[in-house]
């Protein structure tokens, strides 16, 4: 059974970082792209960075590029979110997944109905 674990959130100033984590058990086979994702009240699930199993492929959305490095670590089963220069407009529960995809295709790793497993999720409150 596969669980998704994140950690890391909180309250931070704008301009602050924080570093989320999403430690992953029962990955027993196959490789899983893991991905970040975001919901702030009223809105949609929106996608935020992912990456593949080994690490070739990263991908973000438009709104942290250049703000926002995922990374993994397959030893540890953990995949991170380090989010730099924060911004009220970050603010959100973000939310870890996981899935298996045959092809690494953007539009499918961006689009949270493609992902099987979730975490419960992690608040990111961003203070202005």
């Known amino acids: 059974q596969v669980q998704l674990v994140e950690s890391g959130g909180g309250l931070v100033q704008a301009g602050g970082s924080l570093r989320l984590s999403c430690a992953a058990s029962?990955?027993?086979?196959?490789?899983?792209?893991?991905?970040?994702f975001r919901q702030a009240p009223g809105k949609e699930r929106e996608f935020v960075a992912a990456i593949t199993?080994?690490?070739?492929?990263?991908?973000?959305?438009?709104?942290?590029?250049?703000?926002?490095?995922?990374?993994?670590?397959?030893?540890?089963?953990?995949?991170?979110?380090?989010?730099?220069?924060?911004?009220?407009?970050?603010?959100?529960?973000?939310?870890?997944?996981?899935?298996?995809?045959?092809?690494?295709?953007r539009t499918?790793?961006?689009n949270p109905s493609s992902y099987t497993y979730w975490g419960q999720?992690?608040?990111?409150t961003v203070s202005s």
């Open 26 to 36: 029962g990955l027993t086979s196959g490789s899983y792209t893991l991905g970040w």
């Open 53 to 105: 199993w080994s690490g070739d492929m990263v991908y973000y959305a438009d709104s942290v590029k250049g703000r926002s490095t995922i990374s993994r670590d397959n030893a540890k089963n953990t995949v991170y979110l380090q989010m730099n220069s924060l911004k009220p407009e970050d603010t959100a529960v973000y939310y870890c997944a996981a899935d298996r995809f045959p092809i690494n295709l």
């Open 108 to 110: 499918v790793t961006i």
């Open 121 to 124: 999720g992690t608040q990111v």
